[in-house]
C-alpha cells in the first residue's frame, strides 16, 4: 500500500523446524526438498521483513479460521480474538 515500515512483521509459528532452519543455515542444504514457499519465509526473515516467533500450537489465534474447532476451542480462540458473543443459537427463541 506505498506505506513505510521500520520494523519487520511478526509471525506468530507453531512449527519449531521452520525456526530451526532459519538460526542454523547448515540444515539448509539438508532441506531441498522442501518447498519452495518455505525457503521464501527464511529468505524474507533474512531480509527483516518478518521476524518469526514460536508460540504454543494452544495459542494460535489462525486456527480460528483454518481448522474445524470444538464449541469449547472456539470459544477460546474467539475470547482471545476479543470478539464477544451477539447472540447464539440457543438464546434465539422460535
Known sequence: MGEKQNWPNLINYDIKSTIAMRK???HHSKTKHIAIKYHFTIKIETNMEIR?????IEDQIADILTK??????????????GVI????????QV
Not at 52 to 56: F, N, V
Not at 68 to 81: D, G, K, P, Y
Not at 85 to 92: D, G, L, N, V, Y
Request: proline letters at 3%.
Open 24 to 26: 542454523n543455515p547448515v
Open 52 to 56: 518469526l516467533k514460536y508460540c504454543l
Open 68 to 81: 474445524v474447532l470444538s464449541i469449547t476451542r472456539f470459544e477460546q480462540l474467539r475470547a482471545m480474538l
Open 85 to 92: 458473543e451477539f447472540a447464539s443459537r440457543r438464546s434465539i
